[in-house]
């Protein structure tokens, strides 16, 4: 018998396989194609303390293997998301981590109280959102910055606290290690790409925030290689993505010292391409005579 | 459940003027036929590979026996592998898609189409009973008009450079207190025009609209227009609006 | 008329279009598809003061709209150069850049003053190959070392000395800045992604040096966006490069204020589609009116 | 001046074993015909996006009256595209390219090839003039054999199932010392085995190898193997090499 089972910051997921923030909305769209239960985790849309309402232009650009967005942190704020989404989210017997992003420090904190006392399981704290232009950005740049911040959550949260890091960050195994001195429980990475798509007619960029989050296959390559890094870095538990189409991809970020995995843009190429990497998963390890995950997890 | 993407097989894909396209699809499941109300869209997929990576939303145009008909304009690339399948090919589409136009309208209509914007607008006069007027405009050559005539009152076309029709813009020959409602689908700038001129009349007017896709089905948040009522998705709440609704910027 | 010409560190292109470094050898394979004379310049293979053999294992993976390599600077060192590429490549009537690589400082200097007295037109110094396991990599990411290095070249380097940059680096702005202040007459950038792609079945890195450098398409959003931050950020010309791969994405790196644009990977998937991309500027130039690039030349 | 990719048109396209195509090509350029020796190979893309974004190389299994034969393997996604082709699709090639087989062998020659190895060795069989035996090993089901017979003295067939011809490897019944000249192509460590088996006896042998291609005409360094002339490229100075000159790694 095979079990694709993980624990991470005490939580138990039934698989690895975890809906990325942004890529998902709160799930009611997918629950219609499959059910939720069968995820290992839903990541939910990106929250923050007020309702936003997100950017304006254009704001879903296609490159070659991927995307670039510039959604803005569209979400119903914090309140919104307690009393309209959250109780759909609990019945679906899946694992829940609420995306917290924010523009201050102080916005955090109130974020986080307000979740302590709902039956979230996680709190996925957003230090990287590219979109946003106040604070957002810097805070995933700079791993003494990083610090203060986490530093400062952590003592608000009473859940388990994951940390997610950006690609941008300046040195990405510095500031695993600075989150992970600040006390996070565990590490997600990476977030988006910063990049930029210039309209060479009307001589402009295509975004109106000039630059725009990259995600999908084309950064692939460049994810596993700072998940690898991490993972022999820090000692905390770790939830790779970046580009994630398929169960192979799954198993490389596993064997790269993941624990969980996340499924982001893959999801608008197929509502149910969780439930192939999932299955996927399944059958590799029957292929393999891996009977548990942790016989893989960082091998190489 | 829905279901995910279903692979359909090309019964036909044929050019009808330059540039534009007609493509068949029938169902590669057996006892199953697709379905969809008018204004509702399919996302398409004519690729396996990662590049082009997204699906392209492409409205219905009919759907008959369970075979769906799209009409489409090679724009870029995605389109341009389309009009590249041949007879027994296979693509994969997602739908249907969107909520679709309101078929209980009241009294005289005016269908008003420009381009390729007239592909959703043939499905809804087949589906519509009212009484009826078609405008279309087009660059230069006009299609489709055949399927129109005989179907309503009067049909209208404009050509930008008088090859067919008269020369200039549908929204020069529209009249809109002529009509109790008014639905139009085409390029941005024809739409405010059409939602301008009926507003000033106060005849209700209905709108569909096109917006980048990344999901299609209202989780990425990529295609959300400014509304009165905040920001709404084009893929779920549309992509048919009420003009008055609809902000458009400049 | 409209005129391609550009200049820069006062050689004269004939037109925008360079060709990579690493991605055209020499240029003799290539000219048996078409006369090098049209480009603007060749960058020749990176050299080293020493004949390299280069790396072992896999040296080429393709991945979603790109390629890893891991090559390790296989090159015939600078003596071979002088003796056995440069006559050859002097004759082809386009700009010749010497792309230098190396491991130490010492290294970078012997070899720069060794091409000080042929008749190669500019020196790009790569301080960015991650192929390179002792210094090379090191060069490029922090900008203090990068600056003691430029430094200490350009005193050494009796040519126009054009520093390549690598997406590495800890913040490419503040490395541009550097090497601007050391000396550097021109930046070309960027250089390859470091990446990572495992092999599922044997459970092991692809690449014996486990990363490796990922270019093509997929890297175009990014490099595009750090180009023209640095040329925002600098006033010496920009070469700009990463996944180019029509004369759409050319324009896209001129309007973000490159004065000169690289053709890399692409060489790979079409021998001449450098004259493609130079014939599409043209044309382009043509339909919108454009005499001179520098009417558009960071225009965004 | 070489021509760079040329498109070529499919008049035939057939699977003739499990996951086993023969695909040929005729030339969309009026007055031209494909040309190559036997052991050169063409760099072929079947798709026009960015992903799969590498040519495929595959050697040359036959050309006549300018159109050429190849015989492929369905391995990963570059080759599954090239299956689903259809008589009248296009697709884009580059070549001939690599040095080949050097024609002018003397003796008797053993062709040794294992499984989808037997593409370019068909070619050089029909233009070598030599007195030869082929031995050709397979996993399950034998392709091309047909047209071996009656060209060849001997023809060995090994599957590995046992299902046609002895059970096992064709290095079981391969004796070097029966011959003056030995060519092989096939997987790494098939080769391997024939050429210490050639070696330990004494017997010239050439080999045709694979490795991952970007370029195909000698500028990525990409498919460099060690030799005892220091690297050299399979897509340049190969694929195929003397046997003694190859390094093999363990
Ligand atoms: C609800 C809806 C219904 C539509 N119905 C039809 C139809 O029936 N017939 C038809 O010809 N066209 C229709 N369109 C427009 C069609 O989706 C685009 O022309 C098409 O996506 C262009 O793709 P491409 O690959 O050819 O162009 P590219 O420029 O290569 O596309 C690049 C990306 O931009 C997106 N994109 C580019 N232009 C548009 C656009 N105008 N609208 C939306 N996305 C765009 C593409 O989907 C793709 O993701 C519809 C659009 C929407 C939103
Ligand atoms: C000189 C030469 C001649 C060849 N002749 C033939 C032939 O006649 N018939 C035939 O079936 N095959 C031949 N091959 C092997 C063929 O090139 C590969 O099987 C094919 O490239 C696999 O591509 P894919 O997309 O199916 O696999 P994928 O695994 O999806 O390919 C991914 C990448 O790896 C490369 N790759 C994967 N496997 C190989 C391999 N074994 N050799 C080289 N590159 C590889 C691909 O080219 C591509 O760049 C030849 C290879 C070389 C080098
Ligand atoms: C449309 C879109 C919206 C996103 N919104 C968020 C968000 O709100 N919060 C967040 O942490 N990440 C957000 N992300 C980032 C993804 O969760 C993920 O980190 C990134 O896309 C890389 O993974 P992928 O390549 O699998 O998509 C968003 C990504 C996309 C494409
Ligand atoms: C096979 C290969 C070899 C390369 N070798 C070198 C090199 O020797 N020196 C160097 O400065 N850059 C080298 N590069 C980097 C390219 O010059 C270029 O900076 C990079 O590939 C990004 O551009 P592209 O996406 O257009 O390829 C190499 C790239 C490739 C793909
Ligand atoms: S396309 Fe994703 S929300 Fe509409
Ligand atoms: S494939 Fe590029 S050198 Fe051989």
Redesign the pocket.
């Given at each position: 018998m095979i079990s694709t089972k993980v624990e991470i910051c005490g939580v138990e997921f039934k698989n690895p396989v975890i809906v990325?923030?942004?890529?998902f909305g709160f799930g009611r769209e997918y629950a219609e194609y499959f059910p939720l239960s069968r995820l290992g985790g839903i990541?939910s849309?990106?929250l923050t303390l007020n309702k936003r309402d997100g950017n304006k232009g254009i704001?879903?650009y296609e490159v070659a293997s991927?995307?670039m967005?510039s959604?803005g942190?569209q979400?119903p704020g914090i309140d919104g998301f307690i009393e309209n989404e959250l109780p759909f989210m609990e019945k679906q017997g899946t694992v829940i981590l609420a995306?917290v992003?924010g523009n201050t420090l102080e916005e955090y904190i109130i974020s986080v109280d307000k979740l302590n006392d709902t039956n979230i399981d996680i709190i996925?704290l957003?230090i990287?959102?590219p979109n946003v232009k106040k604070g957002g950005m810097a805070f995933g740049i700079r791993s003494k910055t990083a610090y203060e911040v986490v530093t400062e959550v952590r003592s608000a949260c009473k859940k388990p606290l994951i940390v997610?890091l950006s690609p941008n960050a300046e040195d990405i195994v510095e500031m695993a290690e600075s989150c992970t001195k600040a006390g996070a429980d565990g590490l997600?990475l990476?977030?988006?790409f910063n990049g930029m798509a210039i309209d060479i007619y009307n001589r402009k960029p295509v975004f109106n925030n000039i630059t725009a989050?990259l995600?999908?296959?084309c950064?692939?390559p460049i994810?596993l290689r700072m998940v690898y890094e991490v993972s022999k870095a820090v000692d905390i538990p770790i939830i790779g993505?970046?580009?994630?189409m398929d169960y192979g991809d799954a198993i490389e970020f596993i064997m790269a010292g993941a624990h969980c995995i996340?499924?982001?843009?893959?999801n608008?190429i197929k509502p149910d391409i969780s439930i192939d990497i999932i299955e996927g998963i399944e059958e590799f390890m029957k292929d393999e005579g891996i009977k548990s995950l942790d016989e893989i997890r960082g091998v190489v | 459940m829905k279901r995910s993407y279903r692979k359909g097989i090309i019964p036909s894909n044929i050019q009808i003027a330059p540039n534009i396209y007609e493509m068949k699809l029938a169902t590669c499941d057996p006892g199953f036929g697709f379905k969809g109300k008018p204004g509702q869209f399919y996302m398409l997929r004519g690729w396996e590979a990662m590049d082009p990576f997204l699906a392209r939303p492409i409205s219905i145009s009919d759907i008959s026996n369970g075979v769906i008909t799209f009409l489409y304009e090679v724009r870029g690339r995605g389109t341009h592998i389309f009009s590249k399948l041949k007879e027994g090919d296979v693509l994969e589409l997602l739908g249907p898609l969107g909520a679709g136009f309101d078929l209980n309208v009241k009294g005289k209509v005016a269908l008003i189409s420009g381009g390729i914007g007239i592909a959703p607008l043939i499905y809804l006069m087949k589906r519509l009973g009212n009484n009826m007027d078609f405008y279309c405009g087009f660059r230069s050559v006009p299609y489709y008009t055949d399927r129109i005539e005989g179907k309503v009152n009067n049909i209208y076309i404009t050509t930008e450079d008088g090859s067919v029709g008269h020369k200039g813009f549908v929204t020069e020959l529209f009249i809109p207190e002529k009509y109790d409602t008014v639905i139009t689908c085409g390029p941005t700038p024809m739409i405010k025009t059409v939602v301008e001129m009926c507003k000033e009349k106060n005849v209700p007017v209905y709108v569909s609209m096109e917006n980048r896709m990344?999901c299609g089905i209202g989780t990425?948040?990529?295609c959300a227009i400014e509304t009165t009522s905040g920001m709404l998705r084009v893929c779920k709440e549309g992509p048919v609006f009420s003009g008055e609704e609809v902000i458009f910027d400049d």
């Open positions: 990325a923030s942004g890529t990541s849309k990106g704001r879903i991927g995307i967005n959604i942190l979400n995306n992003g996925e957003n990287s959102c997610k997600s990476v977030n988006t989050g995600s999908g296959p950064i692939k994810a993505l970046g580009g994630i996340q499924v982001g843009t893959a608008f | 990344a990425c948040l990529g």
